[in-house]
């Protein structure tokens, strides 16, 4: 999954990074990604709470002009 | 009107800290030096901008294809163009010198806003030249705050801060609009800088979670000590204020969104590591 793939899913599907955290390999069936015990391992570690408002910033209304 | 807010409330929209400070501006400038603002003039001087605004915002929306009713309420332009200059001739005569500074201004916000869309690559020069220049109809109110109280002379410093401050917020809203911008195909200051410096076979996407969006933030921090300079005679305590809230909320948004974006570049480089190891020979 490209980094690309990555922001299209924050900004138009947020609850998948909840199923990342939760279930890595889950999350990720039906794509191309088969994952080691170590991938499974680091992508549990990261922090997704962070993830929140990238979504709410980019993919949501503008708020200025 | 209503779509604007997302409380479906005008004033909620206008009141956003996020928003281009045009209805406060004339207010800072009226009451800068310890004067007593005259709050009939102000209150005309705050209906003429809300009727200019959404007059600049229906033509913006229908030529970037954000707009999805403006089409219907195209004819209300009028309403809303003569509401705004029609306030004024309440106070100025024909021949005052408010109206030159009124044709030039209005003039310059139609003409940036028909460049922007023929600007195939913008460098900070066109961001400067046509961008910032879309704001530049703000000069309007804050022109007509310095005749009515006869104090022309400090028109000149309030709308140089006024043309610094329409850059920093252009270049904001570049920043945190460069998604939907990509997304409906319009080009930006921000999103010209990605495609000149992503590496090759990059995405903007990615070059903007990589670099960019940090990148963004550092022009903006660097633009804020020249908006201070420029506040620092104007003598208004309240304006300060904002800078100061301005620069907080930054701060807020480059933690907060750029903890964020890195998240996801560690996300993408924990999955690139299986393709790069299955990419290696055995």
Known sequence: MTLQQLINKVLNDPAFFSALKKDPAKALQGTDEKLTPEQIKALKE???????????AFAGPSAIT | MKLLSATGDAPDYFMQPRMFPMLLLPWWMAESGGRKPNRGFQSDVVYSTLNGYYYI??????MDGHGSVEISLLPAAAFFHSEFLMTYQKYFDAN???????????????????????????????????????????????AATSYFYRDAESMKPWLEFMAALAGWSQMLDDLFDWHRDLR???????????????????????????????WGVSVLRGWLPE???????????ALNRYLDL?????????????????????????????????????
């Open chain 2, 184 to 214: 409906g195909k319009k080009d930006s200051y921000v999103l010209s800088q990605a495609r000149q410096h992503k590496r090759e076979g990059e995405t903007v996407e990615a070059w903007m979670a990589r670099t960019g969006f940090n």
């Open chain 2, 246 to 282: 301005r620069e907080k909320m930054l701060e807020e948004d480059n933690a907060k969104l750029g903890a964020g974006l890195k998240t996801l570049v560690k996300i993408s480089a924990v999955l690139s590591i299986e393709k790069n190891y299955s990419a290696r020979p055995n």
């Open chain 2, 227 to 237: 908006l201070r300079r420029l506040a620092q005679p104007l003598g208004s305590a």
């Open chain 2, 57 to 62: 915002r229906l033509l913006d929306n229908l």
């Open chain 1, 46 to 56: 990261l922090n997704y709470k962070t993830l929140e408002d990238v979504g709410s």
């Open chain 2, 96 to 142: 005052h010198p408010f109206w030159p500074v009124f044709r030039s201004a209005w003039f310059s916000s139609s003409e940036a806003v028909a460049s922007e869309v023929g600007v195939v690559c913008f460098d900070e020069d066109a961001f400067r030249q046509i961008s910032a220049q879309k704001l530049c109809a703000a000069r309007i109110p804050l």
